[in-house]
């Protein structure tokens, strides 16, 4: 089973229909005991960081979350749910964040359009299995104020510019995450998931 994470937010219906699509067995789920039995996890994401680790923490999730990456369960995070994987984030003041992977999430600067929505190219920054037979510099869709800073770059796997070069895509053990949306990605979105659930269902 396939557990994507409902914490109260997030685009559920397109992640759950992205992967029912591809064929497989997807259940939409704010259920910590489903989530730690599942074979594959994903976490959507949409809203602000501040709010999705409250949430995530109102309903037992954080402590799920780290419990299964601990123990190398296949972990897909998109958007936010990328950024709440890091130490912390500027937004809303600042707020301590799940602290699963050294840095920082800071917002994107003044002297770019604020939120970064629509199309951008992503420059595969390292090998790794999530792109492929993806074209490197493939576009995908992003919509989000903030960015996340890799204490290291071996973790960046996916890189794209706008109004600075910022990690796009990271992956740590069996963890990967998009700041894009590849639910909303088209072709090459689908792709990328169905990469991840092969892997994660099949082993290959």
């Keep these: ?117 629509g199309w951008n190219n992503v420059r595969q920054a390292n090998p790794h299995y999530l792109f492929d037979g993806i074209a490197d510099g493939a576009f995908f869709y992003f919509v989000h104020s903030y960015y996340a800073e890799p204490a290291s770059d071996g973790n960046v796997i996916g890189a794209t510019d706008y109004g600075l070069n910022f990690a796009s895509a990271v992956a740590f053990g069996n963890t990967v995450a998009t700041q894009f949306h590849p639910e909303k990605s088209g072709a090459a979105g689908l792709k990328m998931y169905d990469n991840f659930l092969k892997r994660a269902i099949r082993g290959n």
């Design 1 to 117: 089973m396939i557990a994507i994470i409902d914490y109260g937010a997030g685009n559920l219906r397109s992640v759950a229909n992205a992967v029912a699509l591809l064929g497989y067995d997807g259940r939409v789920t704010s259920s910590p005991r489903d989530v730690m039995s599942a074979q594959s996890v994903i976490l959507p994401g949409v809203g602000a960081a501040a709010d999705t680790v409250v949430s995530l923490k109102s309903h037992g999730l954080d402590q799920a979350i780290k419990e299964i990456i601990s123990k190398g369960t296949p972990f897909l995070a998109v958007c936010v749910g990328l950024q709440v994987l890091f130490e912390e984030t500027q937004e809303g003041g600042g707020c301590q964040c799940l602290g699963l992977l050294p840095g920082k999430v800071k917002k994107l600067p003044s002297s770019v359009k604020v939120p970064h929505i």
